[in-house]
């Protein structure tokens, strides 16, 4: 029986992990409590760590639970609470639905919450969306011609916008950024660990934390397959 969910239980949980189809070597061990952040090397795992791809093996649990355990609708409850940035070159079908609007993208997932309302939704969307530099709001264009760093930042808007937010996954989330509108989103990110909520930064290059302003602690040391 999985664990319940506790302050003490971590939100996210690799054990043993082998990820399918990527070009790192060897398997993954990880712990992330609340309000954590942590650097785990690796190229575009976000998919299988959700449990929607299989892992090549190994275990993912999040608040203690594998996904394997859920039920449909426990899993659908749980994706609700995660907010995840794609990387930019990883498959375009992981990142946006080719036939929507950049902006229909990003609320389209949280339109099934049904404790928030389309009203609430579209208020929050547009505040996050002028906090990190879409002055204009969320971009009303299909993403195949929608400009790279405006992708970028209604990424960040689809990632910050679950409430409760329990867990973020960022791909290389700075790659293709505005160069201005970095510390927007360094400050989202604390907003949102002040909040309770872990942060798994995922890249195959080693982010600065320090240089970035972010308040990593002691054991934010990159986690390498072993």
Known sequence: MAAPETDQTPVLRLEAV????????????????????????AFAPALQILGI???????????????????VIDRERQLRRIGTVYHPRGPSSSVWVGNLDIDENVRLAAHFDPARTSTTLGRQADALAKRVGLAEGLPTTRPAVTPLPDQVLSQWVRAFLPDPLDLLLLESPLEGAPAESIAAFVAEIERVRNAGCSILWISEAVPDFVALGIHAGPDHDPNTPT
């Not at 082998?18 to 785990?40: A, V």
């Not at 190994?58 to 039920?71: A, F, I």
């Open 53 to 71: 791809v299989p892992l090549a093996s190994g275990t993912v649990s999040v608040n203690g639970k594998p996904w394997e355990e859920r039920s």
């Open 18 to 41: 082998r990820f399918s189809g990527l070009r790192n070597e060897g398997t993954f061990d990880l712990e992330l409590g609340r309000g954590e952040i942590r650097h785990l090397r």
